[in-house]
């Protein structure tokens, strides 16, 4: 499988779960393009706009600890080959592959329709996590900004948030960031797989530099705001090595609490990785692979609440031990972060009425 330069994804295979087309070879010219001018070599970055109506997604998930989030974009630049939000592109009739990467979109009203719905007489002040799906940081916030203003929304009404990057782009923030961390309203946790820019550049390939990000680590820290280290996924055979080292550099950066995660690989993400291991370590892709089954009891995914955040079996178990026994060496995860909920301000509803005072 070729590789493509700068992108995570070495194809562009539609998903086949929405019954979206296929395109099948007719003899046309189109045949033999990749052939005579290589695989989109370099793709470009498009980027849409989605209306959206509303901006709050709330999920009943047992092992996720929040209820609602919010995506400012749709697709991720950083292309984070096993990314397991990649499926959700197929909701816009686009692959999860390339597409899922290139052709992005933003939700420019994203801050105006939060003030809406923080407004409205029902609603219940709960932690907002920002991240969930597509990263709120990702290259195009530079551009569009949406991520910064939701922020100015949050601060306004100091509602509690939780923010979740692999982008040094967070700390731009930081005079919002800073006074909401002195309240108690904001925790950040930075995403870092691997520590070898080699591994980093194919597995997220225009996501910022380890080192930056863990710069990024401890310029929160010194400003106060709570930071984690997020390492997720583990991937067997490939960054599980780094365990040790990518913990205890966080801990000396100034992080307080750190997780990890089993890589995951649902629906079309599975067989783009395995693309992705045949045309970046062919040598190993077998044994990666046959270690991902016995981490999901034989299958390439646990689709299972719980266990699809912790996987099962003696490697499951090795990675647990490994990570509990460093983070209490290190003093990670020894105090919870609670954000205040009691603080929160509804905003004012838009009205022509002047204030008083």
Known sequence: MPKIGGRGATENAVSSRFNLPVREAD???LDAQDEIDGPSSKP???????????????????DVPFDRSINNYAGCEHGCVYC????????HDLSPGLDFETRLFAKPDAATLLRTELARPGYTCQPLALGTNTDPYQPIEARFGL?????????????PVTITTKSDRVVR???????????GLV????????????????????????LKRMAA???????????????APVIPA?????????????????????????????HEVAPLFRAWLDAHHPDRAAKVMAIIRSLREGRENDPRFFTRMQGAGPWAELMRQRFGKTCAKLGLNRQKIELHRDLFSPPRAPSPQLDLF
């Open 187 to 210: 925790s950040v946790a930075i995403s870092i797989t691997s520590l070898d820019p080699l591994t980093a550049r194919t597995l997220e390939p225009r996501a910022p530099h380890p």
């Open 217 to 231: 680590v401890r310029a929160l820290a010194d400003a106060g705001v709570p930071v984690h280290v997020s390492i």
């Open 27 to 29: 003899g046309d010219w």
């Open 44 to 62: 470009r970055t498009q980027v849409g706009t989605i209306k959206a109506r509303t901006i709050i997604s709330y999920n009943r998930s047992p």
């Open 147 to 159: 991520t910064r203003a939701v922020l100015e929304v949050l601060k306004e009404t100091r509602h």
């Open 84 to 91: 397991f939000a990649r499926p959700t592109h197929a909701y």
């Open 238 to 266: 490939v960054t599980d090595h780094e365990m040790e080292a990518i913990l205890t550099a966080a801990a000396e950066a100034g992080a307080r609490r750190a997780f990890f995660i089993p890589v995951r690989l649902p």
């Open 173 to 183: 923030d930081l005079d919002i960031l800073q006074p909401m961390a002195a309240l």
